[in-house]
């Protein structure tokens, strides 16, 4: 279960390639270096629940979630990973919209409520790096 496994310290990913095939998993950084896990199947049923982040997703964004250090609430994040630097050499979380929660159901739940408003309104978007060696975008 996503729950069980955020609380775990994995970080999760979903996205779809251009074939509309799912992509995805976790990721956890130990001593070793990453740990990968495949996702169970029941994580496509439930963003399918959230059309605006499906939507976004469908159009090639990528959705990031984990369990922050501080005050222990799920953070979800919906964005574009893109490279910077003269040679691609920085990973970076792009326009993205973050939604903070203490289920990480309704950490999406916030994300698809700041997607609908932002329709009627101009939203600010962040942007996150991921450090080399580490499973999760996050922003400095």
């Not at 956890?28 to 982040?53: A, H, M, T, Y």
């Not at 919209?97 to 997607?115: C, D, M, Q, R, T």
């Amino acid at each position: 279960m996503l729950e069980e496994k955020l609380l775990k310290g994995y970080t999760f990913y979903f996205s779809y390639d251009r074939k509309d095939n799912v992509r995805g998993g976790y990721l956890k950084k130990i001593d070793r270096g990453l740990c990968p896990l495949e996702l169970d199947g029941d994580e496509k049923i439930l963003i399918q629940q959230f059309s605006n982040v499906f939507n976004s997703l469908q159009q090639g964004k990528t959705l990031q979630m984990y369990r922050g250090d501080i005050s222990h609430m799920f953070i979800a994040m919906l964005g574009d990973i893109i490279r910077e630097g003269p040679y691609g050499e920085n990973e970076c979380f792009f326009d993205i919209v973050v939604g903070f929660h203490n289920s990480p159901v309704l950490a999406i739940g916030e994300v698809e409520k700041i997607l609908e408003n932002s329709k009627e309104k101009v939203v600010v978007y962040k942007k996150a790096y991921r450090l080399y060696g580490n499973d999760k975008y996050m922003i400095y």
